[in-house]
Structures are given as C-alpha cells and as structure tokens.
C-alpha cells in the first residue's frame, strides 16, 4: 500500500449517518483504521448538526436517515457545500425510484471492500484530474 494513500486517508474526516446501533459500531471499526476522523449520527437531523460543525471531506450514509428524506438530506447538505454523499445501503432501488443519483456502495462490505470503495470514489477523481492538466 502505498504510505502517500495511507496519509491522504489520514487527513480525510468522514461522516457516517446509520440508524442501526449495530451495523454503526461495526462500520466505524473499519473505517478508524483507515481513515482520520470518524463522525458518527444515528438520523438526518443529528448528521446535518455535525455537518455543519464538523465539515467532513465526505459522508457516507444508510438511506434510511430517520428524521429525513434522502432527498431533503441531500438539499439541505447542497445548501452548504458540495460535499460527496455516498449512500451506504442494501439496495440500489429505493435511490433509483426517488431519482436520487449519487455514488452507491452496498451493505455488507469487508473492511477491505468498504476502503476500497470510498478511495475510489474520493481519491480517484483527484487522480483523473491531475492527470488531464
């Protein structure tokens, strides 16, 4: 692995929205070993707070956000920044019928599938782009 992925992991802070008590703690022990700061909300509105303190470089969130719509989380979180969600979740379907286009990685994942997709999503960007300057 290469030890400039490892650091560009270590400064990148992530804020994970899950209802579920369990699935939470277990995501959040994956992703402390890979990645600098973890931010953890249980529902839409508590995750808006600590987004607004916090200001993750990410969010990766279940689509069920209790106190939210998907859609009312993600144009509330538009009104601020243009921050990547990646809706964390068993199904693709719900994020299709709502019109919702956003990065999709589904439950469950390895630790090692889970960190694999999250650096594909925010780090490969970076890559293709300085690529074409």
Do not use: C, W
């Amino acid at each position: 692995m290469s030890n400039n992925l490892e650091q560009l992991r270590r400064q990148v802070r992530i804020l994970y929205v899950e209802p579920d008590p369990y699935e939470r703690r277990i995501t959040v022990s994956y992703l402390r070993r890979h990645y600098g700061e973890i931010i953890t909300a249980a529902h839409g509105e508590e995750a808006i707070e600590f987004f607004l303190k916090y200001q993750p470089k990410i969010i990766l969130t279940d689509y069920s956000l209790k106190t939210r719509s998907p859609e009312e989380f993600i144009a509330e979180i538009r009104e601020h920044a243009q921050t990547p969600i990646i809706f964390y979740t068993r199904s693709r379907d719900p994020l299709i019928q709502a019109g919702i286009d956003a990065p999709f990685i589904k439950k469950p994942q390895t630790e090692t599938g889970l960190r694999d997709s999250i650096d594909s999503i925010i780090f490969v960007p970076a890559k293709k782009q300085r690529r074409s300057e």
